[in-house]
């Protein structure tokens, strides 16, 4: 399966940031989006994203649990930021995994059907990706 990943370009300010993190580590990409609105927030928002890949690339455990734990961790670490929103996903082999927080919306595009993947805040999703499937 061939993985192409965008580049999140964005202006970041002392109050205002968009940081995207991705990683891959023994067959597992993991990914995350966070914008937050907090003091000093590309900083904050750079070590909790790096934080949260740690957190799911070396903790024991199925994929799934390792994703929720994390996103856990981060939502703890995120209680005195004024708004965020937050995306955190992995890939293992064909399995998607999505868990979020926030004004997020994902969708994937299969063929020319484009479906909504968003279930609700705080919810894990999975489902398993095809040949040609953009997300």
């Given at each position: ?62 994929l ?19 708004q ?52």
């Open positions: 399966m061939q993985i192409k990943i965008a580049k999140i370009v964005g202006i970041n300010s002392d109050q205002e940031a968009s940081l995207a993190f991705s990683e891959e580590a023994d067959d597992i990409l993991f990914l995350s989006v966070l914008h937050l609105r907090s003091d000093d927030a590309f900083s904050v928002g750079r070590q909790i994203l790096s934080e949260a890949a740690d957190l799911s690339l070396q903790a024991a455990g199925p799934s649990s390792k994703l929720t734990e994390a996103y856990s961790a981060m939502l703890k670490k995120l209680t005195e930021t004024q965020f929103d937050l995306i955190l996903a992995a890939l293992s082999n064909k399995v998607l995994y999505i868990i979020y927080k926030g004004e997020v919306s994902t969708i994937l595009k299969r063929g020319n059907t484009a479906s909504t993947l968003s279930s609700g805040e705080g919810q894990l999703i999975s489902g398993f990706l095809e040949e040609g499937d953009k997300v």
